[in-house]
């Protein structure tokens, strides 16, 4: 494993000298304290530093292993989904085997709650936790980085620029994962895109899957290594998003061609507020494992978007949102069309509570960015139409789009260099 040292998770014979360092970071302890105190902890930090430390001392005493800690993980987590979510629901998981290793390749909506959500599932059906993709742009904080790892996660390097050294990267990463998989039998965690889908419009990079085979020797055709991979697809759809007022500035603002530039730790302070913020019923699907035939990079993606987005559950936020700006002539027609082909889903209904609530919530955004929050809510409407007859329902353009600026952001996933990849993939 020396290979990748620098990018792997933490193992159990190093959890107790790492949690001791996460302990010992003044900063640490100052957001623990302040999350959990709040106006107390800032106004007597001197005194309720060390009461913190001693507590988290006293809490990580019986944490030896990997394993230890994500029991407690758990627990938080179940304490999370009881106090932010309306409820959680899971589907599709009895379809896959949990006795093999799978990439589970998610749409992106939360930084940390999407792997986590999908984690959760499979702790509580009796499959292996996952091995989680992170970028090296998250871990700005030591103590952050000490955390994930800690929990799992394996680092993606994204703040490389030169080409000869981010294909390096590339090819660790690509082999870290195969690795993973095919040696260590552990699962993996993947988003589809580089960066949330701030918009609403979950699409697969195609980079991303020439990315997982750069590792793959040169007499194995693409479609065999995909499969060889047996990536799971898998939707998740949140009824509210704490970050909305947040993505829907920086779409409007790049959507009017302005710059944005995020602040220092914008990232971090984002996986707070999906964390602490209300999320409404939170919907989990798994989809069937992909089985590729093609070589085609673009052609794998689209597979993979065909499940994810026929896969994914409407909210009611979103049919609330699709009908303030299309009209209910519009839905009637949508809702009929949706009704027809989504079988397997329910078609939400809007109750008077969700409608004031989201109502209220909207208000809430600065009006300037309102009809952006509105069409990231109202887009999975559009999306699902357009997988189903994309000659009837055609993806707008502007607000509606799911290229360019609109919805791409610097995150979590691996940040992949196309031109590079595709050079390496033409080599091989």
């Not at 959890?15 to 100052?30: H, K, M, N, T, Y």
């Not at 030169?162 to 090819?171: F, G, S």
């Not at 936020?317 to 889903?345: C, D, F, M, P």
């Not at 309102?370 to 502007?398: C, I, Q, S, W």
Request: charged content about 25%.
């Amino acid at each position: 494993m020396s290979d990748y040292d620098d990018i792997r998770p933490y193992h159990d014979d190093e959890v107790r000298q790492v949690l001791q360092r996460v302990i010992a970071d003044d900063e640490f302890i100052d957001l623990a304290g302040q999350l959990r105190f709040s106006r107390w902890y800032t106004n007597f930090r001197w005194m309720m530093r060390p009461i913190v430390r001693r507590f988290f001392q006293h809490r990580s005493a019986r944490i030896h292993s990997v394993q230890d800690l994500q029991g407690i993980v758990e627990q938080y987590m179940a304490r999370m989904i009881e106090q932010t979510t309306s409820g959680f629901t899971v589907s599709g998981l009895d379809a896959v085997d949990l006795s093999q290793p799978h990439v589970f390749m998610s749409n992106h909506r939360d930084i940390t709650l999407d792997p986590a959500f999908t984690n959760y599932a499979l702790y509580h059906k009796g499959g292996a936790t996952l091995r989680i993709a992170i970028g090296d742009n998250l871990l700005s904080k030591p103590y952050a980085a000490d955390l994930m790892r800690l929990n799992k996660s394996f680092v993606v390097q994204r703040s490389i620029s030169k080409p000869r050294e981010l294909l390096r990267a590339l090819k660790k990463l690509s082999g870290y994962i195969w690795h993973s998989l095919h040696s260590d039998k552990e699962n993996i965690w993947l988003a589809h895109r580089e960066g949330r889908a701030k918009d609403g419009m979950d699409r697969t990079e195609p980079a991303i899957i020439k990315m997982l085979a750069i590792a793959k020797p040169k007499a194995v055709s693409l479609s065999d290594y995909i499969n060889d991979l047996s990536i799971v697809p898998v939707s998740i759809s949140y009824e509210f998003d704490p970050c909305d007022a947040i993505k829907a500035k920086e779409i409007r603002m790049l959507s009017e061609k302005q710059a944005y530039a995020k602040s220092e730790h914008e990232d971090l302070a984002s996986i707070g507020l999906g964390i602490q913020g209300f999320n409404g019923h939170v919907n989990l699907v798994f989809g069937k494992p992909l089985v590729v035939t093609t070589n085609n990079a673009e052609e794998i993606a689209r597979q993979l978007d065909e499940q994810i987005v026929r896969n994914y559950q409407l909210q009611p936020t979103n049919v609330i949102a699709y009908l303030n700006l299309y009209g209910e002539h519009a839905w009637a027609k949508a809702q009929a069309v949706l009704e027809a082909s989504e079988r397997h889903h329910v078609i939400p209904g809007v109750d008077a509570t969700t409608q004031a609530t989201f109502v209220a919530r909207m208000e809430a955004i600065d009006p300037v960015d309102r009809n952006m929050a509105l069409h990231m809510y109202a887009n999975p409407v559009l999306h699902k139409l357009y997988f189903l007859d994309a000659t009837e329902y055609p993806l707008p353009n502007g607000y509606g789009a799911a290229q360019g600026a609109v919805g791409t952001s610097t995150v979590d996933t691996p940040a992949v260099d196309a031109q590079v990849v595709d050079a390496q993939v033409k080599v091989q």
